[in-house]
Structures are given as structure tokens and as C-alpha cells.
């Protein structure tokens, strides 16, 4: 039952992740005053699978300096990184309750930079290469502020599984007393998942295309499945951390599907930030401010111990 469950979990990332990149067009497409995709289908509904034939049939073409090898191991090894810490999603039966839920996300996701990296070096482009340096310093950057975000809500709940986040949860969100973390927390997911304003290892202005501009067909789809399976993941994240996280429940879907609304919605907003202020919003701005709710989500734990113990 539990492979079951994975496989069906595996699909329906796959087709999560189809219709996820059709509702951003769609939404980008009313954003500018124009209907989107709507050919394929009734109202472009079959369009990601449209597209999806489309780039796996392409012909698959290879850069003759590229180091053959590891230019076609890593659009799979980051596909598999991004699909892997799906295993953390609470299934209603056969759930695989992880203890140490919070670590094994913080793990997975800080290994994602590293397929960025591959793909920049083995494509031995120079445009690739500074995309992957751009997105290593930038990963490094946020990790340290997304991770001490999730530290100041451990003191608090006591356990790194993602079950208890919801048992705390039950009377009061997260959101309610902790608003500019949320802000932080929703701006450091931007730049760890490299999306508009943050998306330098991928910009097209300057980069072309980034560390994946010498990706095309299959290739390119792959890295394109595991940024998007990312997103998804990190609005599921945030919905369990941070509003109420009860997943046995319609309405945390609904919730989730707002936060994936959010990604696309700030693609439409905001132009790209100066690399310079990217880097001082991390340093200067978003580690003090975890590092004081830190020390303030300390003093309510002990506040509470010694109130009721």
C-alpha cells in the first residue's frame, strides 16, 4: 500500500504540476489585458499536455564542450530532488510520520543548489556558469534565514514533525502573532525557489536563460517539473506552518492554492530586485529579524512553563 501510495503521490505532483504552469499563464495572460492559453481543449485545458508531448518529442542536442555526462545526470538528479521531499506529505492512512520532518525539508531542500550547480559547470557556458554562481550565493544566503524562521516555530511547538504544527495550531494560527516572519518566511521561498523578484540564476535579461540555457527537449522539461513540483511544495509548507495546517481538511487545499496563486501573482507585480539589495535584505534585514523572534518565541516558552508547571 505504501508504494501504492507513493506512485499515485508521484502522479499526481506530475499533473499538479501541468495544470500549476496553466493557471500561471492563464493569470499572466488576464494580468496583461490578453485571454492565455485557450486552443488545446475547452479554455486550453489539454495545453500542458499539449506542451508536455511537445518538449519530450523534441530532438535531444547536446553541446560538443559540455561534459557529457553529468550535462544529462543532472536535470534527472534534480527532478528526483524535488519529487523526493514529497515524502513528507501527510497522507490521511499509511502516512509516513516523520519525527524529524522539519530537518529532512531543511536537508532536501538545501541539496536542490547543487543541481543548479551541476547544470551551470557541465554545460561549460559562460552564461550558465554566472547563472549557477548566482543562484549558489543566493541559496546560501536565504537557507540561513529560512531555517532559523523554522527554528524560532520548533521552540514552540516542542517537535520537529510536521503532525504537531497542526496539534498547536489548533486554537490560534501561527500567522496571527508572528506577521512580518510570515513576510519573511513568503519572501525567503521566492528567493530559495529562484521566482520573480528573485531570479537571477534565470535571468533572461542578462543571462539569456540562466544555468539552463543549453538545456532544450527533455532536459529542460525535467528542471522545469522539479522548480514548479517546488513551488507547490513550499505554499504546502506554508499552509502547515503558518495557517493552521490541518490537512485532513478541504480548506487547507484551498489555502495551498492561494499561496501557488501568490508565486504567479507576484510574477506580474514586481520587477527583478539589484543583486546588491537582494544580498543586504538577507544579511542586513531578514537574519536579525528571525534571530529576535527567536529570543522572543524563547521568553513565551518559558513564560508558559512556568505559568502552568
Excluded at 547544470?119 to 549557477?132: A, I, K, P, R
Excluded at 489555502?255 to 496563486?261: A, N, R, T
Aim: aromatic share 22%; hydrophobic share 50%.
Amino acid at each position: 500500500m505504501l508504494l501504492i501510495t507513493s506512485l499515485l503521490l508521484l502522479l499526481m505532483i506530475l499533473v499538479a504540476v501541468g495544470f500549476f504552469t496553466l493557471l500561471e499563464r492563464k493569470i499572466m495572460g488576464f494580468s496583461h489585458n490578453r485571454k492565455g492559453p485557450n486552443k488545446v481543449g475547452y479554455f486550453g485545458i489539454f495545453q500542458p499536455f499539449s506542451d508536455g508531448m511537445k518538449l519530450f518529442l523534441k530532438e535531444q542536442i547536446y553541446p560538443t564542450n559540455s561534459n557529457f555526462l553529468m550535462y544529462f545526470v543532472c536535470p534527472i538528479f534534480s527532478l528526483l530532488q524535488s519529487l523526493f521531499v514529497w515524502a513528507l506529505f501527510p497522507f490521511y492512512v499509511n502516512c509516513l510520520n516523520f519525527n524529524y520532518g522539519l530537518l529532512f525539508f531543511l536537508c532536501c531542500s538545501s541539496v536542490s543548489v547543487y543541481g543548479l550547480i551541476i547544470c551551470g559547470w557541465s554545460s561549460n557556458s559562460v552564461y550558465s556558469l554566472l547563472g549557477c554562481i548566482r543562484s549558489v550565493s543566493q541559496a546560501i544566503s536565504y537557507e540561513v534565514s529560512l531555517s532559523l524562521i523554522l527554528l524560532g516555530y520548533f521552540f514552540l511547538c516542542d517537535s520537529y514533525s510536521l503532525i504537531s504544527f497542526n496539534m498547536t495550531q489548533s486554537l490560534s494560527w501561527f500567522i496571527f502573532f508572528s506577521i512580518p516572519m510570515f513576510f519573511c518566511w513568503l519572501s525567503c521561498c521566492l528567493a530559495e525557489t529562484n521566482r520573480t523578484p528573485f531570479d537571477f540564476s534565470e535571468g533572461e535579461s542578462e543571462l539569456v536563460s540562466g544555468f539552463n540555457i543549453e538545456y532544450g527537449s527533455g532536459g529542460f522539461a525535467f528542471l522545469f517539473i522539479a522548480e514548479y513540483a517546488s513551488i507547490i511544495f513550499m505554499s504546502l509548507i506554508t499552509s502547515l506552518i503558518f495557517l493552521g495546517g490541518n490537512f485532513y481538511s478541504f480548506s487547507f487545499f484551498l489555502k495551498v492554492m492561494f499561496i501557488c496563486f501568490f508565486f504567479v501573482w507576484i510574477r506580474c507585480t514586481l520587477p527583478r530586485y539589484r543583486y546588491d539589495k537582494l544580498m543586504y535584505m538577507a544579511w542586513k534585514c531578514y537574519l536579525p529579524l528571525s534571530l529576535n523572534y527567536i529570543i522572543l518565541f524563547i521568553l513565551i516558552k518559558f513564560i508558559i512553563f512556568y505559568h502552568f508547571f
